[in-house]
């Protein structure tokens, strides 16, 4: 049998998506943006450990949500797949490659926050209230909320930025049973998540989820959990013995990033500025202690180690 030909579809801030005949294969870069403009500089690494975290994640939680993952294990990713023909190898994609089904996408993203935090805190402060939900009065930044909020996004095409909208405009765009599931599911993710990182002294602050549709066979659809899930990139996890409310707990996520360059003068128009050594290198372990925190391995069992033997 022949092998399947291979070919590139489209190039995101971190990923590139690359077609095999009804799959898809999801290439994450060691690419980092801020305010949606992407950086000239690379964090080693970071590609793998997203990767990794997914990985991790898509795996355990299967019985909470059907997902989109076949595969991250790179022999069994790349097989049957003529990656020379796109132009690629495989120890360019060992390690931060993830074979998918194809989806279609659900135009909007899924947030999920359970502490007053970024953009939800910036509104509360001015309205007592996040992305139109209404919240209890004197709440001080990063504090618990009450219960977990589920406040959609429309996605953004690229290099704009997404818009927060009400539940009820999702209600409308999608209709009431697939917004509601959307809800549900978003939900029980961010539940599963933050018990998981509690019990390795994490707190999962807010997440980003993406969900897409495939036929079911019998003519109706079924709903899978896609993209990237949990990760760094997507979600905000702080230490839990750092964690105070009243200020901007320390963060595995990019914020150091964000801070580095709003304090350089940035104004967050394009074309982004590169990052010191000092910044990357720092980035990096963040990501890192990520890793090996959320999955409770060491990033040598991913990357480089027996997944590629």
């Given at each position: 049998m022949s092998p399947t030909p291979v070919s590139h579809l489209a190039a995101g801030k971190v990923r590139d998506l690359y077609a095999a005949g009804d799959e898809l294969l999801l290439v994450a870069s060691d690419r980092i943006s801020t305010y949606d403009v992407v950086h000239p500089t690379p964090i080693?690494?970071?590609?793998?450990?997203?990767t990794g975290v997914s990985?991790?994640?898509?795996?355990?939680?299967?019985g909470v949500t059907p997902h989109h993952l076949v595969s991250a294990r790179t022999p069994e990713a790349l097989a049957g797949l003529d990656i020379a023909g796109a132009g690629l190898d495989a120890d360019r994609l060992a390690g931060r490659t993830m074979r998918c089904r194809r989806t279609r996408v659900v135009p909007f993203e899924c947030v999920v926050r359970g502490h007053l935090a970024g953009s939800g805190w910036v509104d509360y402060r001015s309205t007592g209230s996040v992305c139109g939900i209404p919240l209890p009065s004197g709440l001080r930044e990063a504090d618990a909320l009450p219960e977990?909020?589920?406040t959609p996004a429309t996605k953004a095409a690229h290099g704009e930025h997404d818009e927060n909208v009400s539940f009820a405009a999702m209600v409308?765009?999608?209709g009431a049973p697939l917004a509601v599931e959307l809800r549900r599911r978003a939900l029980a993710v961010f539940a599963a998540g933050a018990a998981h990182a509690a019990s390795v002294g994490l707190i999962l602050a807010d997440t980003k989820l993406e969900f897409g549709l495939i036929d079911d066979g019998v003519g109706g659809e079924e709903l899978l959990l896609i993209d990237e899930v949990l990760t760094p990139d997507s979600s905000r996890y702080w230490p839990a013995e750092r964690w105070a409310p009243g200020g901007s707990p320390p963060s595995f996520d990019k914020?150091?990033?964000?801070?580095?360059v709003s304090a350089a003068g940035w104004d967050r128009r394009p074309p982004a500025p590169a990052l010191p050594d000092a910044v990357v290198d720092a980035t990096r372990e963040r990501y890192l202690e990520a890793y090996e925190r959320v999955t409770g391995q060491p990033f040598a069992r991913w990357w480089p180690g027996p997944l590629d033997g």
């Open positions: 080693p690494d970071k590609g793998r450990i997203l990985a991790f994640w898509f795996d355990r939680l299967s977990p909020i589920f409308e765009a999608l914020q150091y990033v964000r801070d580095h």
